[in-house]
């Protein structure tokens, strides 16, 4: 039972355009949302967040837009740099029990920004 | 500068053999997690642990166990390595309320 989607396993872009990447989930009891960016051989940095609260959260080139009623969040990286090919990984928050959380994680998009 | 640190990066192991993967964090952090990421698979969390000497299973836990004496320090033990245990293991911390993972660079493991 998959409660957090990336469908797409990849995305190639050109260096300055939008990447635009996806992340669905079905269990309403989340509360927070989060990206991860993942190099090969080193372990995911966190990225970018946002409560359920809000539908949107921006940090510089990175915006990160939720949808509740849809259950839906993507994440806009504008504009798009070399840099930023990597792994990303959706992941969602929800009480685990006590003030204990515990993220699930999508299976993760490869995002390649060609020069 | 906070650390999750992974004992080894590289590891071989023969079939069958009990397996130690140690994780040390510096951030007095009570939460501790077990993690292995697999092509395709993304990230499936195999132990976690909110307290010393407490563990809880998470999603893919057979074959697995888990060690936390010191709050600092959780070890993931393959009691006989498969094949199939060939994977990259990432070890991550954090705060307990708080949102976030810190994660260690990782440990990929190949078992022949």
């Known amino acids: 039972d998959q409660q957090v989607k990336q469908n797409s396993p990849s995305l190639s872009v050109q260096e300055g355009r939008i990447s635009i990447l996806n992340c669905d989930y079905t269990?309403?009891?989340?509360?927070?949302f989060l990206w991860y960016k993942k190099y090969p051989a080193e372990g995911p940095t966190f990225l970018i967040s946002?409560?359920?609260?809000?539908d949107k959260n921006e940090d510089g080139r990175f915006t990160v837009f939720l949808n509740k009623s849809a259950k839906h969040l993507s994440l806009h990286i504008v504009p798009s740099q070399p840099g930023d090919s990597a792994v990303y990984f959706c992941a969602a928050r929800r009480r685990s029990g006590g003030s204990n959380y515990k993220l699930t994680f999508g299976k993760g998009t490869l995002l390649t920004v060609n020069p | 500068d906070v650390k999750v640190t992974q004992s080894s990066r590289y590891l071989v192991k023969r079939t069958g053999e009990k397996v130690f993967l140690e994780c040390v964090q510096d951030?007095?952090?009570?939460?501790m997690f077990w993690y292995r990421q697999d092509p395709g698979l993304g990230l499936r969390l195999i132990y976690f642990?909110?307290?010393?000497?407490?563990?809880e299973k998470g999603d893919i836990p057979e074959g697995y166990s888990v060690s936390r004496e010191k709050k600092e320090r959780f070890s993931l033990i393959l009691e006989s390595a498969s094949t199939n245990q060939t994977s990259m293991y990432l070890c991550?911390?954090?705060?307990?309320?708080?949102?976030?993972?810190?994660f260690g660079s990782g440990t990929r493991l190949t078992v022949v």
């Open positions: 269990n309403s009891m989340f509360d927070y």
């Open positions: 991550a911390s954090s705060r307990t309320g708080l949102y976030g993972y810190t």
């Open positions: 642990s909110y307290d010393v000497k407490m563990k």
């Open positions: 951030m007095d952090h009570e939460n």
């Open positions: 946002i409560s359920s609260i809000k």
